[in-house]
Structures are given as C-alpha cells and as structure tokens.
C-alpha cells in the first residue's frame, strides 16, 4: 500500500522559512517523479513542484521559483520542500504527491489524475 506522510509545516511570519518532508513507502520510490501541490483556504489545488527520479530535474509554479527548492533522497525515500520567503499567499495544506506513472511526469497542475496517491497534509500558515 502506497502511503505518503508529510511533517514539517508550521506558523510562520512573512520573510522566514520552513521546510516540509515527505516520507513515502509501499513503492519503489526512486522510479517516481514526486511533486508538491497545495490548496490554499477556500481554493483548489495548485501545483508548486516536480521533481524527477533521480533529482536532476525539477519544475516550479511561478508563484514559488526563486522561494522554494525541491529535492529528495532515493535512500531514505523522503522528498522534502524548502521553503524560503514565504509570504500570506502561500497560506495552505501542502501535499505530497505521487506521479501514477515511473519514469514519468504526468502531472503538472493541480487537476490531480484519480490514481495519483497523495499524502493528509500539513498545515502551512504565514501570518504576522
């Protein structure tokens, strides 16, 4: 069984960090591209990230380039978010997200397919 749990979210003030981890199991988890989207308080999903297999590529929303850097580490099969500068509007539940299919990457919004598994959540709230 797929599971993914994150952990690291968090209140913070505008301008200052985080870092999120996600820790995936069920799967061979080196031949996934891993992603990161987030659903902000009344709002739908938004992607923010990808990252390949390997960790060679990454993608990021514009909303967060420059902010937020995604990696991951195949050997303790976690995929982590960091986050810098994070400012009101990246209020939200950010979620952990595995591509349906290896080697691939097939998702790249937050219109998630319906086999994508994702992980519950965590809280991320950037307020004075």
Not at 47 to 72: E, L, P
Not at 100 to 117: D, E, F, H, M, V
Request: aromatic residues 10%.
């Amino acid at each position: 069984e797929v599971q993914l749990v994150e952990s690291g979210g968090g209140s913070v003030q505008p301008g200052g960090s985080l870092r999120l981890s996600c820790a995936a199991s069920g799967f061979v988890f080196s031949t996934y591209w891993m992603h990161w989207v987030r659903q902000a308080p009344g709002k739908g999903l938004e992607w923010v990230a990808s990252i390949s297999v390997r960790g060679a590529t990454t993608y990021y929303a514009d909303s967060v380039s420059g902010r937020f850097t995604i990696s991951r580490d195949n050997d303790k099969n976690s995929v982590y978010l960091q986050m810098n500068f994070l400012k009101s509007e990246d209020t939200g539940v950010y979620y952990c997200v595995k591509d349906p299919a290896p080697y691939k990457r097939t998702i790249q919004s937050g219109a998630l397919p319906s086999n994508a598994a994702r992980g519950q959540g965590t809280q991320v709230t950037v307020s004075s």
